[in-house]
């Protein structure tokens, strides 16, 4: 029974001393916002780091973070451009996906299922609608909308939904956060860059 207790202690200890998290190198697009760097993300477990994305200003945002520079060692770009899914992360304490320029599919629904932390890009429907034709139509096509967004979540039904990518179109963070509870209830963060997420 003692050696029970003790290893039910141990894998314990494991799991806290993991301490997975997420950390928003890049909350931005490649739009220049004074505040928000490229679309960057590390997945931190342990003493290992995942880069996913390298957006403009990824290294020094990683020093900002208290990320060494040797510890970026492992890089994930999840797409050139457009047309990708989730990228699954599996730690002992918990189950990351980051998605990057996607529209609302049931493979990144899929691929997300049962994730603590989803990492999702997402426009404003609100200032998608006062775009041009041809910008809508982009937009539509790539990215996803806030309402959309909210419909993935509550397939998804996370711990926390982590929004990123984020590309506000003169909204503030209120009226998109607004636009995502249309479908889900739950935790939704808005991200800023050095965000930690756990």
């Not at 020094?60 to 510890?71: D, H, L, P, V, W």
């Not at 039904?157 to 739950?186: F, S």
Request: proline share 5%.
């Amino acid at each position: 029974m003692h050696l029970v207790r003790l290893a039910f202690f141990l894998t314990c200890a494991a799991a806290w001393a993991q301490n997975t998290r997420v950390i928003l190198l890049g909350a931005g697009t490649p739009n220049p916002e004074p505040d928000r760097m490229g679309p960057a993300v590390a997945v931190v477990s342990g003493d290992r780091v995942y880069i996913v994305d390298c957006g403009p200003g990824v290294v020094r945002r990683a020093a900002q973070a208290g990320i060494r520079t040797e510890q970026l060692t492992r890089a994930f770009i999840s797409h050139l451009h457009s047309d990708h899914t989730a990228r699954c992360f599996e730690a002992r304490d918990k189950v990351i996906a980051i998605g990057g320029d996607t529209t609302y599919n049931y493979a990144s629904i899929a691929a997300a299922k049962g994730c603590d932390i989803p990492v999702h890009e997402l426009y404003s429907q609100k200032g998608w609608e006062g775009r041009t034709p041809e910008w809508r139509k982009y937009h539509a096509a790539y990215h996803t909308s806030g309402p959309d967004v909210g419909r993935v979540a509550a397939q998804v039904r996370p711990k926390k939904l982590v929004l990123y990518h984020l590309l506000p179109m003169g909204q503030t963070a209120d009226e998109v956060l607004a636009e995502v509870r249309r479908n889900w209830q739950g935790e939704a963060i808005y991200a800023k860059d050095l965000d930690v997420i756990r």
